[in-house]
């Protein structure tokens, strides 16, 4: 009799609702950027479904925190787990190669199109080169407001960096500390991350430019960042215990709480942050610990839809903008009201799963392929 092959241990299993995550994210953005850009295009249109609805759209950019949690748990965890056993750190360079591999082509191809079809908006060239550098948020101009969304890339490129240097000079530096010293090191430095750019964040960020300056959003990382941390002591109590109800109810106050932000626009920044990031992190850590306890991912998230939007989201992130912005200038003049709300929404939506799918397939994958092994 043959035997069936053993199943792979809860620690080796992908993270399944990762990318139906990301899917919902991007999708909460392009809501947002689609009440934001009715709005400019034809005042009043954004209220043509209701003061609530417009309320909730104008604070769905509360999903790009989603992606920083989730960056800071994949992609904090292979360094943060090698320095708290104790072992070899994984290959910085190639960790950062493969994260250009993986931005840069589809950036530099969106940057390059925007700047074709909506112009240079009266700046020097220098400004596209800015962008591609991934720098134009540390000095707006009118160009960078064409682009304006690659500044949570500039936040990401940062984090990226983050982790490297840490593996290598903290790691270096305690190189013959215990399990429980290397813990609280790497506990107290990711605290101290997130009070630093809380702090900056609630005393500089007056505006909206200052406010995306990378500095001041390394707090969306720390709750993934703090799932790493955590991530063995969290699996052995989820073994010992029934949590079917305790993640579900992490899952839904996740979302009441990013929910609560979004809706919450007369209240201050630093609180309508800190409703994001925390709610995003609840909303993570419900999913993680609902696989970690050895339970298929729910079908609400891992579904074929959300699955393959999730890996396509980069690009579906990268382009809607453009699309949105395209389709409101040239539908106003013929639409009005919920017409020209529904027909932006409904054609923005197909034209950039279309340029997601081909960006994907010319852009991204094909580079993805050449990643270099980077972990231990």
């Excluded at 748990?73 to 787990?81: E, W």
């Excluded at 080169?129 to 134009?136: E, G």
């Excluded at 406010?211 to 390394?218: I, K, N």
């Excluded at 899952?251 to 709610?279: Q, T």
């Amino acid at each position: 009799m043959t035997s069936l092959p053993a199943e792979p241990p809860v620690a080796q299993r992908r993270f399944v609702a990762g990318d139906p995550l990301r899917a919902l994210a991007a999708l909460a953005v392009f809501a947002f950027h689609l009440d934001l850009y009715i709005g400019r295009t034809q005042p009043g249109a954004e209220l043509s479904f209701g003061s609530a609805v417009h309320r909730l759209a104008s604070g769905m950019n509360t999903g790009v925190w989603v992606f920083f949690v989730l960056s800071g748990y994949l992609l904090g965890k292979p360094f943060l787990a090698p320095y708290l056993q104790g072992t070899a750190p994984p290959d910085g360079g190639a960790f950062l190669r493969n994260r250009v591999r993986r931005l840069v082509p589809a950036m530099w191809l969106l940057i390059l199109v925007t700047t074709a079809v909506e112009g240079l908006q009266g700046e020097q060239w220098w400004r596209v080169i800015q962008a591609m550098l991934f720098a134009q948020v540390y000095d707006t101009s009118a160009f960078s407001e064409q682009v304006s969304h690659l500044w949570t890339l500039d936040a990401e490129m940062l984090f990226y960096v983050g982790p490297v240097v840490a593996s290598l000079a903290i790691g270096r530096a305690t190189s013959g500390s215990s399990a429980p010293t290397r813990l609280r090191i790497a506990l107290g430095l990711t605290i101290a991350v997130g009070a630093v750019s809380l702090v900056l964040r609630a005393t500089l960020a007056h505006t909206t430019a200052a406010a995306q300056l990378p500095p001041m959003v390394m707090v969306g990382f720390v709750p993934g960042l703090l799932l790493a941390i955590f991530e063995d002591q969290l699996r052995h109590a989820l073994r010992a215990r029934s949590t079917g109800l305790v993640c579900g109810s992490g899952f839904a106050l996740g979302v009441a709480v990013v929910g609560a932000g979004a809706v919450l626009g007369s209240a201050p920044l630093v609180v309508r942050s800190v409703a994001a990031v925390v709610g995003s992190g609840l909303v993570l850590a419900a999913t993680l610990c609902w696989e970690w306890s050895g339970r298929p991912a729910v079908r609400l998230l891992d579904n074929p839809v959300l699955q393959s939007l999730g890996q396509r989201s980069y690009s579906f992130y990268l382009w809607h903008l453009l699309v949105l912005h395209e389709l409101a200038l040239h539908l106003a003049p013929h639409l009005s009201g919920k017409s020209f709300v529904g027909g932006t929404a409904a054609l923005g939506l197909v034209m950039t799963l279309i340029i997601t799918e081909g960006s994907y397939r010319f852009a991204e994958r094909p580079y993805r392929s050449r990643h270099e092994r980077w972990r231990g």
